[in-house]
């Protein structure tokens, strides 16, 4: 009897406690119950960390490589205010991050901190890209070294979004001895239109070292649309103002006629600046170039004050040397200084593996070799070895001093426009032979790239 009895407890309690279950058990359950998330704080699910990784949209820390900067470099937009950037690669396939703290530091040659610049960048996935900062002041100082520094770890995100088509095409570069420009079309091939699409240009010298860079923004870019965009610059770049890679054999051809004492004669003036700017421009010379020196009034020296040599000590001393003659008026014979010069490129010291220059230098016009009848016989003679000049493949530069040349005359006989330089006073001869540096040297621009990121923020 106690058997049955307890049998009948034992299912009575099991039913009571079937219903408890039911009835506050199940929708307890369904209240409490809280589905693993991404945003749980907890790691839970198929996450490899907390919140990260799996199926979320949040990359773990582990999961991601940090982002390399290739280099980072400023640039001169005009005297005290730079630009900087920093040119980087993200080697994650499917992830991005937004709003990356960075800055950009730029130093001076004693390592004197000029200037800093902060902001957030957009690290699109998968992509080589460029951080841009424009307008940072530095005074009159000048800055060496510029570094770019991430100072917060990103957060990656997962992006499934389409990644944006673009093309770049008839990219062209312009005026880069004067006002550079750079004109291209950007075409958006892409299955949707885009918006806030940052476009970033970056010029290189012919050593593929960054001179230059720019950015402009497009504000939307329907599929198959085109826009036409424009970077300018104010200024030439600063490129390196040494001989370069290959070598040069230069002959500098220098005006001794009586007016280069016309502004003093103790010492004599502008003769001297003349002399100065010359050895200045000597000390740019490379180690595998040559220099020669020809000076002239009623005709070249002869034997010239010095043929192509390597022993640039002794050139720079033979420029030093030159002075006014003090046998009548002396006066102006380009033509017998440069066709002395364009001889030397005969000779067996002209390295056949080297450019060859000439550097003509006056403050007047020619009065020098004369004809009866003729009065333009002296400048017909200068055209003609000009001429010569230009047939034996010479770079002829030409630099006329002063307000009593003939600046059409001299632009005839240089190579081209942008083989003419004219200096108002002698004290701008420093800077157009530094130009003419510049020019000769090969570092002239010779490439564009162009980097587009559709930009996302969350700010």
Request: some cysteine.
């Amino acid at each position: 009897m106690s058997s049955w009895s307890a049998k009948r407890k034992i299912i009575y309690l099991s039913i009571i406690s079937a219903f408890l279950f039911v009835v506050i058990g199940v929708p307890s359950f369904f209240i409490l119950y809280q589905k693993p998330t991404c945003f749980d704080f907890k790691k839970n699910g198929d996450e490899l960390g907390l919140d990260c990784g799996g199926s979320c949209q949040l990359l773990c820390s582990f999961e991601a490589t940090d982002p390399g900067v290739l280099w980072s470099r400023s640039f001169k937009v005009v005297p005290g205010i730079y630009s900087a950037v920093a040119y980087i690669q993200n080697h994650n396939i499917s992830s991005e991050s937004i709003n990356v703290p960075y800055i950009f530091k730029l130093y001076d040659n004693k390592n004197t901190l000029l200037a800093t610049r902060e902001g957030v960048a957009y690290i699109p996935q998968n992509k080589i890209f460029a951080v841009f900062e424009p307008n940072i002041k530095v005074d009159q100082r000048i800055p060496i070294r510029t570094t770019f520094e991430i100072t917060e770890t990103p957060v990656w995100i997962k992006n499934t979004d389409a990644v944006p088509d673009f093309s770049v095409t008839q990219k062209s570069l312009t005026g880069e001895d004067k006002t550079p420009r750079v004109d291209a079309t950007i075409e958006n091939h892409s299955l949707i239109p885009f918006s806030n699409i940052e476009v970033i240009t970056i010029v290189y010298d012919g050593k593929d070292n960054a001179i230059g860079a720019s950015r402009t923004y497009i504000d939307t870019l329907a599929k198959d649309q085109a826009a036409d965009i424009v970077f300018t610059w104010p200024n030439t770049f600063d490129t390196q103002s040494n001989i370069c890679k290959v070598p040069a054999d230069v002959m500098m051809v220098i005006d001794r006629s009586g007016s280069m004492a016309s502004d003093g004669d103790n010492p004599p003036q502008p003769l001297t600046d003349v002399k100065n700017a010359a050895i200045l421009f000597i000390n740019q010379l490379g180690k595998n170039d040559k220099a020669g020196v020809v000076s002239y009034a009623d005709d070249a020296s002869q034997p010239i004050d010095h043929d192509l040599s390597v022993d640039f000590k002794a050139i720079k001393d033979s420029i030093q040397s030159i002075v006014i003659g003090t046998n009548g008026l002396q006066q102006t014979n380009i033509a017998d200084g440069l066709q002395k010069a364009l001889e030397e490129f005969s000779t067996e010291r002209h390295n056949d593996s080297a450019r060859k220059i000439i550097i003509a230098l006056t403050d007047g016009i020619p009065t020098r070799p004369v004809k009866v009848g003729d009065e333009e016989y002296p400048e017909t003679t200068a055209k003609n070895v000009a001429d010569e000049i230009k047939k034996s493949e010479v770079q002829l530069y030409t630099v006329g001093l002063g307000n009593k040349i003939n600046p059409t005359f001299l632009e005839s006989l240089a190579s081209g426009p942008e083989y003419y330089f004219s200096a108002s006073s002698s004290e701008n001869l420093g800077t157009i032979y530094k130009q003419i540096a510049t020019s000769i040297c090969k570092d002239s621009p010779t490439s564009v790239d162009i980097l587009i990121v559709v930009q996302k923020s969350t700010r």
